[in-house]
């Protein structure tokens, strides 16, 4: 894997424009698996392909089981990981058994204590909420846990239940219980008071951190910029189009081996675009921007302006010069916001 990995990273050093890296995330699956010498050899590559910035930010997502004093150790010694991403969950082993989790609550404590012990201030942990064993108060005592151990980020996710996955057929069989939307509302509500009373922005719908510590590689993301996705199911995005690498990992390395990239590709339409910028810029603390939608045409802008009006009035949707952001209320509904403001088809130009 990590040697068809090194081929994708050659055969597509030219898909940046020569642009400079600012930002590097090993995520999706388990990349904290992976031995210290596959790391560097990684890092290796990258850095005599790419042009990266000497003060990006490098983050390795990790699960709290993984991280054991050696390896973290190994991390600041050998590599230029300088930030984490700890999928922590709860800190409460009752939820951590209903989420089938490796690790215990233990665990996630003790990974925070050997983390900052080794020297990575640059933390971000994974919390979910509305789960059926996280009560309003175990939600409170997760917060309170990461404000004590001062974490700069926060990623906190409401649980989902999705067709095809184990959970939601254990849903649909009436074994396990549904989401209870208003418990889970309740925890957001909650989570938005806790984190400003301690001055963490909320700067996407999920995402909390305090000044200045705001996760680059995410919101390189949320603000469209042009990236480089590698490794199977991975995603790129150059601006005006979308790419993604196979998912089985047997045929990725296949293809590799062959010097093929294992991709498709989709041109975007200006339609696709619009969509694609609404949902994520309406989402954080930029918001959309109707000089970014005027790229698109003056019939987007006159689209957009028209369509967010009712969202205006409703209060859900604050209007700030040309740029338009959720309101607090309005964070409680941004899914559903973001879908009804969406094109079903292209606008004449």
């Known amino acids: 894997m990590v040697s068809a990995i090194l081929t994708e990273l050659e055969l597509r050093q030219e898909y940046l424009n020569g642009a400079e890296v600012g930002s590097i995330y090993f995520g999706g699956g388990t990349p904290s698996l992976l031995e210290i010498k596959d790391l560097e050899r990684i890092f290796e590559t990258i850095h005599r392909l790419f042009k990266v910035d000497a003060r990006a930010e490098i983050t390795l997502e990790a699960n709290p089981d993984d991280l054991s004093a050696e390896k973290l150790e190994a991390l600041r ?90 959970l939601g057929t254990f849903v649909r069989r009436g074994q396990q219980p549904p989401v209870d939307e208003e418990k889970a509302a309740r925890q957001f509500e909650y989570l938005m008071q ?107 802008v006159a689209y957009f302006e028209q369509a967010v009006q009712r969202y205006l009035l409703a209060g859900t949707v604050e209007k700030n010069g040309a740029t338009y952001r959720l309101s607090r209320a309005g964070k409680l509904l941004a899914d559903r916001i973001a879908m009804e403001l969406f094109l079903d088809q292209e606008v004449n130009p």
């Open 194 to 300: 806790a984190t400003e009373a301690r001055g963490y922005d909320h700067y996407e719908i999920s995402n909390f951190a305090l000044p200045g510590r705001y996760a680059q590689h995410n919101s390189n993301y949320w603000r469209g910029e042009h990236y480089l996705g590698v490794g199977p199911s991975a995603h790129s995005f150059d601006g005006v189009s979308r790419q993604w690498n196979i998912a089985n990992n047997a045929l990725y390395i296949k293809d590799l081996n062959e010097r093929k990239v294992p991709a498709e590709r989709e041109v975007l339409s200006p339609a696709q675009r619009f969509n694609e910028y609404i949902m994520t810029a309406l989402r954080t603390i930029w918001g959309v921007e109707t000089e970014k939608l005027e790229a698109l045409g003056p019939t987007y």
């Open 77 to 166: 010694m050998y590599t230029p990981v300088n930030r984490l991403s700890i999928g922590i969950q709860s800190f409460s082993d009752a939820d951590l058994r209903w989420m089938n989790r490796a690790h215990h609550a233990q665990h996630a404590r003790q990974c925070l204590d050997l983390s900052l012990g080794a020297g990575f201030q640059d933390l971000t942990i994974d919390l979910i909420y509305g789960a059926p064993t996280t009560s309003d108060e175990q939600w409170q005592e997760n917060l309170s846990i990461a404000f004590e151990y001062g974490i700069p980020h926060l990623s906190c996710y409401c649980l989902t239940v999705e067709e095809g996955t184990a």
